[in-house]
């Protein structure tokens, strides 16, 4: 079976500052892993992918997400926040028949100006 | 491109009363098509997904349904609103898994419900 630990639920930083959302995920085969966000009442849209190629993944908005298999995470960073990053965030797995997606509980990220 | 579409964008409905949401994409064929349900200040819950016209896999019995009677129309529907049914519905589509392509999930800006 396939999940996703999303391992804070809420994360405060200072802008400009770094920002690091962690999300171990459990798989039995080579996952698909995605990032999203959103904002209040809002759709969610999607950040980057894993999809078996380059393990370090560049996405939109300055973020990137690194792929590390022994470690069984894929956590999401950005350099310097921004305002505009207080959003939810929640990783996703595809399930292995494709099928389906398999989603965090979510963690709230709150910039401090 | 491709885009989808939800509406009613809000909607207030009392209990007992019937519901209908829409969902409908533009631009693709033959995708997977779901409804998720977000309670406040809480994660996603699939609640129907469907692979083709007619099928549709429910995920949390309850008193909500779904239909697909187009290749890219998707329906969730209730015949008596519960006030747990207050929530944010938020419908997606991918391409299937037999596309050869990538395939995320794209969704739809959300209807807000409820229900007093």
């Known amino acids: 079976a396939q999940s996703v630990t999303q391992l804070d639920s809420h994360v405060s930083v200072s802008e400009g500052t770094p920002v690091l959302l962690r999300c171990n995920y459990s798989?039995?085969?080579?996952?698909?892993l995605f990032w999203y966000v959103q904002h209040p009442n809002k759709g969610l849209q999607l950040l980057l992918k894993y999809t078996s190629a380059a393990t370090l993944v560049k996405g939109i908005n300055g973020f990137e997400a690194e792929f590390k298999k022994s470690e069984t995470s894929f956590h999401l960073t950005k350099p310097s926040a921004h305002m505009s990053d207080a959003a939810e965030y929640f990783c996703?797995?595809?399930?292995?028949?494709?099928?389906?997606?398999?989603f965090g509980t979510g963690t709230s990220l709150t910039v401090i100006p | 491109s491709q885009t989808i579409h939800q509406w009613p964008a809000t909607l207030v409905q009392p209990v007992g009363s019937p519901l209908s949401l829409e969902c409908t994409v533009e631009?693709?064929?033959?995708?997977?098509l779901y409804w998720y349900r977000q309670a406040a200040g809480r994660g996603l819950q699939l609640l129907f997904y469907s692979v083709g016209i007619g099928q549709i896999s429910s995920e949390v019995p309850q008193n909500l349904s779904a239909s697909r009677p187009q290749d890219r129309q998707f329906i969730l529907s209730s015949k008596k609103l519960l006030l747990s049914d207050s929530g944010f519905y938020l419908c997606?589509?991918?391409?299937?898994?037999?596309?050869?392509?990538?395939?995320?999930?794209?969704f739809g800006p959300g209807t807000r419900l409820t229900v007093t």
């Open positions: 997606a589509w991918a391409r299937p898994p037999t596309s050869g392509s990538s395939y995320e999930q794209y």
């Open positions: 996703v797995v595809r399930s292995n028949t494709g099928n389906q997606f398999y």
């Open positions: 631009g693709t064929s033959n995708p997977n």
């Open positions: 798989s039995s085969y080579s996952p698909s």
